[in-house]
């Protein structure tokens, strides 16, 4: 158990730490590559991500502790790609708050996409905000892990919490 509780400290103090606050919280992180046409889809899903942008907090009464949030989308199919078509951020209330990608992205073998959901949007957001990835392949792959990645300091609080996405629809030839 104090293994945990420090490898919880650790984790809140790493993601804390390398935080820019002056981040372009529009760009992916890490390289982005063109996806070329796809000449067909043999599988692929649409999954849906819940992505908290704040959270209440039994210290802090009747207000919410603000998050940051990460998205990660890791291709763990050890010898081909896939294909991002899309990664959206949406309100609470089902309001698309921001599109994340803007032209297919390719993502390679054991690569991950990462995305910081926009802090700035958490007084939109409310507290259920979502992502939806959309991502597809030309040959049948491993299922992706996509989860996001939630932390706050605010307050002096460390909070932090994972997140998987649940497939809502599946796409191409396979079930």
Same mark, same amino acid.
């Given at each position: 158990?104090?293994? !945990? ?7 809140? !103090? ?9 981040? &372009?919280?529009? +760009?992916?992180?890490?390289?982005? @590559? ?18 908290? +942008? ?8 009747? %207000?919410?502790? +603000? ?7 890791? &291709? ?13 951020? /949406? +309100?609470? &209330?089902?309001?698309?708050? =921001? *599109?994340?990608? %803007? ?12 995305? /910081?959901?926009?802090?700035?949007? *958490?007084?939109?957001?409310? $507290?259920?905000? &979502?992502? $939806? ?9 491993? =299922?992706? $892990? ?16 994972? *997140?998987?996405? /649940?497939? @809502? =629809? =599946? ?5």
């Amino acid at each position: 158990m104090r293994f !945990f509780r420090y490898m919880c400290y650790f984790a809140v !103090f790493f993601v804390t730490a390398s935080c820019n606050r002056s981040a &372009n919280y529009d +760009a992916p992180i890490g390289e982005e @590559i063109a996806a070329p046409n796809l000449k067909s889809v043999v599988m692929g899903e649409v999954v849906y991500v819940p992505a908290y +942008a704040r959270i209440h907090h039994l210290k802090l009464k009747d %207000r919410t502790a +603000a998050l940051v949030t990460t998205l990660a989308i890791h &291709n763990t199919d050890m010898q081909q790609p896939m294909v991002l078509r899309s990664v959206n951020y /949406y +309100a609470e &209330n089902g309001t698309l708050l =921001k *599109s994340y990608v %803007r032209r297919p992205r390719l993502l390679p073998p054991l690569a991950t996409a990462i995305y /910081y959901l926009s802090p700035e949007d *958490s007084g939109k957001t409310g $507290i259920g905000a &979502n992502a $939806i990835v959309e991502w597809v392949a030309e040959q049948t792959v491993s =299922k992706p $892990i996509i989860e996001s990645i939630m932390v706050s300091t605010d307050h002096t609080l460390g909070i932090s919490f994972i *997140s998987q996405g /649940y497939t @809502i =629809k =599946k796409t191409g030839g396979k079930p």
